[in-house]
């Protein structure tokens, strides 16, 4: 991943507002102190996508809203997108491709539901594919319902 100045400067007043600074910051993130330095002086122009994921939790209150990245989510990486709805609120939202091309960037219809459906029951093809899919169904309604939704971080919740 490409350090930009937006990065940069998130990580330097993550280590501002931080008492002990980049040391603080590099104990709770995994990284020592030198590599925090580099990172927020411009020295280091790129990081991995694992230290990237490390890293976002803690500097994401600095970035601007509607920031999007990629993180990793059990070893796969997955958009992410900053929304800043207040002071020291910051939320990421995950965009899952599938339910966006299915209902878009809203909560969908009853329309779109059924319209979801039927397409799944028709490309089930036989009862015992149809019968893995509504057993299934429970879990794939939550997942596109979170979608729709801001999801909080690790350790936050709506109310921190």
């Known amino acids: 991943m490409t350090i930009t100045e937006e990065v ?38 790129t990081m991995t996508e694992e230290c990237w994921t490390r890293l976002f939790p803690h500097v994401m209150h600095h970035l601007p809203d509607g920031f999007t990245c990629k993180i990793l989510v059990d070893g796969k990486p997955e958009t992410r997108i900053v929304r800043q709805p207040g002071a020291d609120k910051a939320v990421w939202q995950q965009i899952n491709q599938e339910y966006h091309r299915l209902f878009g960037s809203s909560l969908p ?11 799944k029951i028709r490309s089930c093809g036989n009862d015992m594919a149809l019968l893995y899919f509504l057993l299934d169904f429970e879990r794939i309604m939550a997942d596109a319902a979170a979608q729709a939704l801001p999801v909080f971080p690790p350790g936050r919740d709506r109310n921190s």
Do not use: M, P, W
Request: net charge positive; charged share 40%; aromatic share 6%.
């Open 8 to 45: 940069r400067e998130a990580i330097r007043r993550t280590c501002r507002d931080e008492r002990g600074g980049a040391l603080k910051l590099a104990r709770k993130a995994g990284f020592t102190q030198a590599q925090i330095n580099r990172y927020h002086s411009g020295k280091t122009r």
């Open 109 to 119: 219809t009853r329309d779109k539901i059924e319209e979801f459906l039927v397409e």
